[in-house]
């Protein structure tokens, strides 16, 4: 079937060390940002969100951190698995923007065994 | 419980032909939305749907294409005589209500092909 993100940025690791992937966004008037995972032939699966007025946020094996200064978010996976391969995308909603979220590029993540 | 479905899953037909894509949201969710997703990028904003509110069509790229959504359930994504850049993976996503922080959950898609 097609493949999502064939010429994305790629970070690849190995299996059991935690990744990062960095996002840089556009809109200094946003106000709440979501990483999602998406895997080959699916849609983007919901990961983790952050509002604003926070900069980190834990969740299972997942942090995401949130530097206002230089509009830059960041997706850190704690023990990566073969199934945390995939490409990730951030989104940001602009304030006032009712729930509508502006995607950025995606990175692809590839684990090895 | 049973996320967004979309159908069909796959779409392959000729230029110039007009095509129907159907979303079936998160039951409950009073928000809807569809994105357009070409190859190796991200996620295009097309329209939203909010209650009975009247739809943002703000990212539909031209008038061949148009949304429509009955009540707070399915929602039908026409696209008129297709051109062969309409390929893409078409996304439906619904959320809780708009405004809030509320993620969007997103279908499979429907990967349409124009020959």
């Known amino acids: 079937g097609e493949s999502v993100g064939l010429h994305l940025p790629t970070l690849s690791v190995q299996e059991g060390d935690n990744s990062i992937i960095n996002c840089a966004y556009s809109n200094s008037a946003s106000d709440y940002f979501i990483w999602y995972k998406q895997e080959s032939g699916k849609g983007p699966q919901f990961i983790i969100d952050i509002r604003s007025n926070m900069d980190k946020r834990q969740g299972q094996r997942v942090t995401v951190l949130l530097n206002k200064t230089v509009k830059h978010l960041s997706l850190q996976i704690a023990a990566t698995q073969p199934g945390d391969s995939a490409v990730y995308f951030c989104?940001?909603?602009?304030?006032?923007?009712?729930?509508?979220?502006?995607f950025g590029g995606g990175t692809r993540l590839m684990v090895k065994p | 419980g049973a996320g967004v479905s979309q159908s069909p899953s796959n779409k392959v037909t000729e230029k110039g032909k007009d095509v129907e894509l159907r979303c079936d949201p998160i039951?409950?969710?009073?928000?809807l939305y569809w994105y357009r997703q070409r190859l190796g990028q991200g996620l295009e904003f097309l329209i939203y749907f909010q209650g009975n509110s009247a739809p943002d069509k703000s990212g539909l790229p031209s008038d061949r294409f148009s949304a429509e959504r009955t009540g707070e359930s399915v929602s039908t994504l026409t696209i008129q005589r297709t051109q062969q850049e309409d390929s893409a993976v078409y996304l439906c996503?619904?959320?809780?209500?708009?405004?809030?922080?509320?993620?969007?959950?997103f279908g499979d898609g429907t990967r349409l092909s124009i020959l």
């Open positions: 996503a619904s959320s809780n209500r708009v405004g809030g922080n509320q993620p969007q959950h």
């Open positions: 039951s409950g969710h009073t928000a």
């Open positions: 989104a940001e909603r602009f304030n006032n923007a009712g729930n509508m979220l502006t």
